[in-house]
Nanobody
Framework: QVQLVESGGGLVQAGGSLRLSCAAS????????MGWFRQAPGKEREFVAT????????TYADSVKGRFTISRDNAKKEVYLQMNSLKPEDTAVYYC????????WGKGTLVTVSL
């Protein structure tokens, strides 16, 4: 069983930065691709970024490309999302994911970006 716990959300002004963390448990979690998704108020959950099990490959949504960076530390079983140049439209609950959309999900952490 895999459990994911996100942290690092909060309130930040536009142009600011936040770093989200996802602590994972489970013996095989280091073999999974990991990702971040987000859900804004009144909208469906959307993809933000993914990273392969060995950090060899990363993908990003066009809306965050060049501003967000996903990384992982398999020894610590943690995944990170560094978010720079934040915009009000980045406001959402951010969810950590393991093993794809049919895999495992955390409960989310709220990011609010003010003008």
């Amino acid at each position: 069983q895999v459990q994911l716990v996100e942290s690092g959300g909060g309130l930040v002004q536009a142009g600011g930065s936040l770093r989200l963390s996802c602590a994972a448990s489970g013996r095989t979690v280091s073999t999974y691709a990991m990702g971040w998704f987000r859900q804004a108020p009144g909208k469906e959950r959307e993809f933000v970024a993914t990273i392969s099990w060995n950090s060899g490959s990363t993908t990003y949504a066009d809306s965050v490309k060049g501003r967000f960076t996903i990384s992982r530390d398999n020894a610590k079983k943690e995944v990170y999302l560094q978010m720079n140049s934040l915009k009000p439209e980045d406001t959402a609950v951010y969810y950590c994911n393991a093993a794809g959309q049919r895999g495992y999900w955390g409960k989310g952490t709220l990011v609010t970006v003010s003008l």
